[in-house]
């Protein structure tokens, strides 16, 4: 198992306990945004002696906050802090070694003060050191060391270490080869929240190496370091989902999960992604319409250089040629915003009527949306509300949402208040943001319901994590005016 350990260069700004002082002022003024007062601050806890003062202030001058950038100052702080105890302060003037920023290029001091970070209980000090022992940057390669002090960091909770611990097992490096160990490792790496560790925990299961082969488990982890971040979870979970692994077999999921990857420029994924593509390629042209429409998505989804809206709009036509309701509605929507054919209202509307006459929700949604708008058609009120209630009926939480917006301002429906509620809320429910967003102004302005502004907030963040704009911004606006 070949991996790739990933490693970013931070400054670390605190270490250990604070002391009482200039320095509790200075970090006080720093927080609350006022750099000059909190730098001055920091050289005089420094010169008083006090360490932490020392190492902020070299973080000041390392990024230039407060103060002109000054590498050599900065060294020239954290070498204080770092010989007066303060462990951090040795980390940040390794770095600098390392980087050879106000300070010579030197990779033995950079290591020896990672080193004396370690050596003083500083878990960042032995993670960072245990990298240069095992990749060799510019000091003797030395797998036995890294090893070691990969042990103790992972021993001080640093979860990253385990996982570069668990690979050394594997692989044999500077330990004896073990794979059962090496699950372990992985396993404590995952459960303190390193993705990943849960990504080759879940390599682990997949090959049944150091554990009982479970397919079950390995896609468990694997969407826990996708979901986290990790693209190779992420690749490794569209593999099982290609192979019905463990997971409903499912080739649109794997292209998916493929895109993802490839959107994060890794080369795998894009490699998969396109095998994909010539599958579903061969499904549409034997005359599968989910070949098509998935073809379609592809090409509408895809990134920049993979999207092709003509080619998305060929695959939506010869699925609803088929009668494949999904198939027309997709074409419509391709119609009604101009993507890979002349935008044509008319010729939309058409399709979305095809679309929800074939049982496809959105199709009468996005039909009804048409009526309420007048877009190539006459503006139908009585008609919209119709295609909303059916496309809510048929489990589409848009239209949900949109038939509560028409009960709320009384368009082809009387107006009820407590009728939009309640389908404000059965769209939030079902995860639909603009129902949330909906549901907060309704509580905001008391609309059929007691004025209650908490559960206002509640509704606009929740619109908020479902990444909808307004609700961040009706969000961030009650807790500016209520806080």
Do not use: P
Not at 393 to 418: E, T
């Amino acid at each position: 198992m070949k991996t790739i350990l990933k490693y970013f260069i931070s400054v670390v700004l605190f270490a250990g306990v604070i002391s009482a002082g200039d320095a509790e002022k200075s970090i006080d003024a720093y927080e609350k945004g006022d750099y000059v007062r909190a730098a001055k601050l920091f050289k005089k806890s420094c010169d008083n002696g006090e360490f932490l003062g020392c190492n902020r202030l070299g973080s000041m001058y390392h990024i230039g906050e407060g103060v002109t950038q000054d590498y050599a100052k900065a060294a020239e702080a954290y070498k204080k802090a770092c010989d007066g105890g303060y462990s951090a302060g040795c980390i940040n003037l390794g770095i600098m070694h390392e980087k050879g920023n106000g300070v010579t290029q030197d990779y033995a001091k950079a290591a020896e003060f990672y080193k004396k970070a370690c050596d003083n209980g500083y878990i960042r000090g032995c993670s960072d050191l245990g990298l240069m022992y095992e990749s060799g940057n510019n000091i003797e390669q030395d797998y036995v060391k890294a090893a070691e002090v990969y042990k103790k960091a992972c021993d001080g909770k640093d979860a990253l270490s385990c996982s570069s611990l668990g690979v050394m097992h594997i692989e044999g490096n500077g330990v004896e080869r073990d794979y059962i160990k090496a699950a372990e490792f992985f396993q404590t790496s995952c459960d303190g929240g390193e993705f990943w560790g849960c990504s080759l925990l879940g390599a682990m299961y997949h090959g049944g190496e150091g554990v009982m082969q479970d397919y079950t488990k390995a896609a468990a982890l694997y969407k826990k370091a996708c979901d986290g971040g990790n693209i190779n979870g992420c690749i490794n979970l569209g593999v099982l989902h290609g192979n019905g692994d463990g997971v409903e077999r499912s080739h649109a999921k794997a292209a998916e999960l493929f895109q993802k990857a490839c959107d994060a420029k890794d080369d795998q994924g894009c490699d998969n992604l396109i095998t994909v593509i010539e599958l579903y390629k061969k499904a549409c042209n034997r005359g599968s319409t989910g070949g098509c429409i998935n073809l379609g998505v592809l090409y509408s989804n895809g990134d920049s250089a993979k999207r092709d809206y003509s080619k998305a709009a060929e695959a939506y036509k010869k699925a609803c040629e088929e009668e494949d309701a999904v198939g027309c509605g997709n074409l419509g929507y391709m119609y009604g915003i101009g993507e890979g054919v002349e935008q044509d209202y008319v010729k939309a509307a058409g399709l979305y009527k095809r679309a929800c006459d074939g049982g496809d929700a959105g199709g009468c949604n996005n039909l009804g949306y048409i009526y309420t708008n007048g877009y190539g058609i006459e503006q139908d009120y009585v008609k919209a509300t119709e295609l909303y209630r059916q496309g809510c009926d048929g489990g589409y939480n848009g239209s949900c949402s949109n038939l509560g917006y028409m009960y709320a301002n009384g368009y082809g429906v009387k107006q009820d208040y407590v009728k939009a509620t309640e389908f404000f809320r059965q769209a939030c429910d079902g995860g639909y943001s603009g129902g949330c967003n909906n549901l907060g102004t309704i509580y905001e302005y008391g609309r059929s319901v007691k004025k209650d502004i908490k559960q206002a907030f509640e509704y606009y963040g929740k619109a908020c994590d479902l990444k909808l704009q307004l609700g961040c911004e009706n969000h961030t606006r009650l807790k500016s005016k209520y806080r």
